[in-house]
């Protein structure tokens, strides 16, 4: 696992609890949490202007989608990592995600462990 | 010539629905010949007094005819005496020569009834435009002759011209009834089958907004648990992660503090899932009933510090499990839009029994909104809802409001008293 020490995350939730506990543990891992969002295009937008390593992203959120976020994200920074966090254990979901650009799905409850893997990258 | 038994029998068999293509044109012959019977009566108003007798039976058979019952109608012995008569007076009259085109037309009449029975739109359409065309200088040349002897009411054939008049206007009477009995048949089929395509219409729209209205709640519960437990949970379980790894940091002052945070944080998940499962099924309305739920719902749903009365005027009666959770269901909904947006400073529900049926009403006197005006989706769906809750159970829904006059919302069901359970004693 690559040192959390040198990754910009920027946290989307639009649930206020669950953000802020994500930058708290994320923190405590190690990781520079540098921009939180409550929803898709202020995720999009913090992505386009703060050039962050991993953009950890809520697939339920209003305005826009973690989904449709991601598929913004991309052309606007190839190279970013998109992790999708979901409240719902679904695989059509989770094709979903991958085909919009995510390199991992999480499901919420998952592991502290599997949170800081996929983040690290 | 059809016999009078044939067109009894025809008569007297279920109607064909292809006479609504016939009854317009055979409407237009009738029209015409029972206006010139009834002109032809009015022409002797001044004859002799045994003819005015004459006149007042036949005028008032030719009134029983049109005012009879339809099914208690003599109608083709009538018929065919008043043709064998007009027949008669014709010759008499020097209208010989009028009289095959009155047995057509009679023959003409006959057919067409005939070929309705049988169900040949047709075959009906084409004698109906015959029957029309043939009719008009036959009832031309009548009219004229006996405005002639109505003229000259001494000659000695005053009494057949009488006669013919009084037996054209039986004979007419006769095409009236039979008009009437095709319309009415006609209007009767047109009604069942509209009736029936409105019932099928309103049972697909009501089957419709029902699995929609199952669909939209369904939408609804997963939404407050994804939003609700879901996300809560999540919270807590990063935070237990954090947690221990305080712990193994050996950071125990923090590590006391945030395990507090968790003691809370689920404490309060606790209350929002007891919530959930309160509003899914509220316990009070198994235990104490429709008006004890909706007394809890209103505690609740506007708090200890309104101002607010369940009037239950039922004593607290149970009624089938249904009818109490549609009505519990309206009257949450109605309490939960006084609530979001009445801005009132009073609220009154009215639980009470009238006859058969049990009537709840949710006044308020906030500041209303104009009933005429449409709502938005989200109000419009709630309202939607609220009917439809009601409507499920066989009940019906109101709504009543005016800007500055505040909202009453009426929900009618049928009493239906629950039977009480005997448990066996063992």
């Known amino acids: 696992m690559p040192s959390p020490d040198r990754i910009r995350v920027v946290v989307a939730d639009d649930d206020e609890a669950v953000r802020t506990v994500l930058m708290r543990v994320l923190v405590d891992e190690g990781f520079d949490v540098v921009g939180a969002a409550a929803d898709g295009l202020e995720a999009v937008s913090l992505a386009g202007e703060l050039r962050p390593d991993t953009v950890l992203l809520d697939v339920r959120m209003p305005r826009v989608g973690g989904i449709e976020a991601a598929r913004r994200i991309r052309p606007i920074d190839p190279a970013v990592r998109v992790v999708m966090l979901s409240a719902y254990d679904d695989p059509a979901l989770q094709q979903e995600a991958t085909a919009a650009g995510a390199s991992r799905f999480l499901v919420k409850g998952c592991s502290l462990s599997e949170l800081v893997d996929a983040v690290g990258g | 010539m059809l016999r009078a038994m044939d067109i009894e029998a025809a008569m007297r068999r279920p109607f064909s629905g292809a006479a609504a293509l016939v ?15 009834t002109f032809l009566l009015q022409h002797h108003e001044g004859v002799d007094r045994a003819h005015e007798l004459r006149i007042v039976d036949l005028r008032s058979k030719f009134a029983a005819l049109q005012n009879m019952p339809w099914d208690a109608r003599p109608l083709s012995g009538d018929l065919l005496a008043a043709q064998q008569e007009l027949d008669h007076a014709l010759a008499r009259n020097g209208l010989r020569s009028l009289v095959p085109q009155v047995d057509m037309n009679v023959a003409v009449l006959y057919a067409i009834d005939a070929y309705v029975v049988a169900g040949d739109t047709g075959g009906a359409s084409k004698l109906a435009r015959q029957a029309r065309r043939l009719s008009r200088p036959v009832v031309i040349r009548l009219d004229a002759a006996a405005q002639n002897a109505t003229r000259d009411a001494r000659r000695a054939d005053l009494e057949s011209t009488v006669g013919s008049t009084a037996a054209i206007a039986l004979l007419f009477a006769g095409f009236g009834l039979v008009s009437v009995r095709l319309r009415r048949a006609h209007n009767d089929e ?45 919270a807590t379980a990063f935070a237990l992660d954090l947690l221990a790894n305080r712990i193994a940091r050996g950071e125990l002052e923090s590590a006391e503090e945030d395990l507090r945070d968790v003691r809370e944080a689920l ?54 499990p249904e009818v109490e959770t549609a009505v519990y269901r309206v009257a949450g909904e109605a309490l939960m ?90």
């Open chain 2, 23 to 37: 009854v317009p044109a055979l409407g237009a012959l009738l029209a015409a010949s029972a206006i010139t019977g």
């Open chain 2, 190 to 234: 047109r009604a069942h089958r509209t009736e029936l395509e409105r019932a099928q219409a309103e049972r697909k729209v009501l089957l419709a907004r029902t699995v929609e209205g199952a669909d939209e709640e369904r939408r609804r519960i997963a939404a407050d648990l994804h939003d609700g437990p879901v996300q809560r949970l999540t």
């Open chain 2, 267 to 320: 404490a309060a998940q606790m209350h929002s899932l007891r919530r959930l499962m309160t509003e899914l099924r509220p316990p009070v309305l198994d235990e104490g009933g429709v008006a004890a739920a909706i007394a809890n719902r209103a505690v609740q749903t506007l708090g200890l510090d309104a101002t607010y009365a369940v009037h239950d005027r039922t004593r607290a009666a149970r009624l089938v």
């Open chain 2, 337 to 426: 839009n006084v609530m979001k947006h009445a801005r009132a400073s009073r609220v009154d529900i009215f639980l009470d029994r009238r006859g058969n049926r049990l009537h709840l009403v949710v006044v308020d006197d906030g500041v209303g909104f104009d009933g005429t005006a449409a709502p938005d989706r989200t109000e419009h769906l709630g309202l939607e809802a609220m009917r439809e809750r009601i409507e499920s159970v066989g009940g019906t829904f109101r709504i009543v409001s005016a800007p500055g006059l505040g909202t009453r919302v009426e929900a009618s069901v049928e009493w239906r008293a629950r039977v009480e359970e005997h448990r066996a004693v063992a």
